[in-house]
């Protein structure tokens, strides 16, 4: 199910925040909440690989490592 119906905490939807929003929100690649859901894990993997504070920390210095781990954890090479 496409996430563009549903609308965000800050009163957007997410394909506002997909446009290039620097709200914390994750990139264009995110579609379905499964891939949400794929992301967070992502940024949660980088926040402990790394020692960062937060998952906003984590894409701001590790952004390579989230989008790589996060396309490894869709298509499933982590089973």
Known sequence: M???KYPCRT???VADFQKGSDTGLPDRDVRT???LIHY???KII??????VPDG???K???YGF???TFRELRNKLFT
């Open 33 to 35: 909440i499964k891939d």
């Open 11 to 13: 009163g957007g939807s």
């Open 66 to 68: 989230i989008k790589q």
């Open 60 to 62: 701001g210095r590790h």
């Open 46 to 51: 980088a926040r402990s690989a790394f020692s």
């Open 40 to 42: 967070q894990c992502a």
């Open 2 to 4: 496409p996430l563009d």
């Open 56 to 58: 906003t920390a984590a």
